[in-house]
T-cell receptor, first 109, second 113 residues
Framework: RKEVEQDPGPFNVPEGATVAFNCTYSNSASQSFFWYRQDCRKEPKLLMSVYSSGNEDGRFTAQLNRASQYISLLIRDSKLSDSATYLCVVARGGFKTIFGAGTRLFVKA | SQTIHQWPATLVQPVGSPLSLECTVEGTSNPNLYWYRQAAGRGLQLLFYSVGIGQISSEVPQNLSASRPQDRQFILSSKKLLLSDSGFYLC????????????FGSGTQLSVL
């Protein structure tokens, strides 16, 4: 079993739609959680950190459920520019940060 | 502000040839440095990390090695490339003592033919 698992998608949504991505992690000792965005053939870029209380950044909302070892990302009012791969990232402490394989999103006009 | 530079952007090398990829960070001191590899359609795999000059931790046995000759310089090397070494190589840095967010260089697409 992979340490961080994501639905690979792809998710195909129209502009303006709301879309949600889920991620599960297996190591209960994991300490830090992030969502990264990766465009094709580019480096991953930090989208947002994920906090236990949940957090929001504009159209993006991230939630963490430590009991279920589950992380989510909600994108509201999708834009064409949101088309990318979204990586769920879990840090166990130390320097071993684990990346999920990513969920691909295509937003269509 | 901090910046990370990685080069070259693309590289095509024959099997059995050597490899040297370089990464430098500006605007911070004593960063943690990382080399990741991403195979096509796959997640990022941590290859090496370094918490200081000359300190290298290897995560997977492989045909590659890493060195940190200066505080803000991280080098990925191979003496003889294999076909399986093809992939997208990413250098990254973080601050602190681990578990923090990573910031990536622009990556090197390596094709071994």
């Amino acid at each position: 079993r992979k340490e961080v698992e994501q639905d690979p998608g792809p998710f195909n949504v129209p502009e303006g739609a709301t879309v949600a991505f889920n991620c599960t992690y297996s190591n209960s000792a994991s300490q830090s959680f992030f969502w990264y965005r990766q465009d094709c053939r580019k480096e991953p870029k930090l989208l947002m950190s994920v906090y236990s209380s949940g957090n929001e950044d504009g159209r993006f909302t991230a939630q963490l459920n430590r009991a279920s070892q589950y992380i989510s990302l909600l994108i509201r009012d999708s834009k064409l520019s949101d088309s990318a791969t979204y990586l769920c990232v879990v840090a166990r402490g130390g320097f071993k940060t684990i990346f999920g394989a990513g969920t691909r999103l295509f937003v269509k006009a | 502000s901090q910046t990370i530079h990685q080069w070259p952007a693309t590289l095509v090398q024959p099997v059995g040839s050597p490899l040297s990829l370089e990464c430098t960070v500006e605007g911070t001191s004593n960063p943690n440095l990382y080399w990741y590899r991403q195979a096509a359609g796959r997640g990022l795999q941590l290859l090496f990390y370094s918490v200081g000059i000359g300190q290298i931790s290897s995560e997977v046995p492989q045909n590659l090695s890493a060195s940190r000759p200066q505080d803000r310089q991280f080098i990925l090397s191979s003496k003889k490339l294999l076909l399986s070494d093809s992939g997208f190589y990413l250098c990254a840095w973080s601050a602190g003592t681990g578990g923090e967010k990573l910031f990536f260089g622009s990556g090197t697409q390596l094709s071994v033919l």
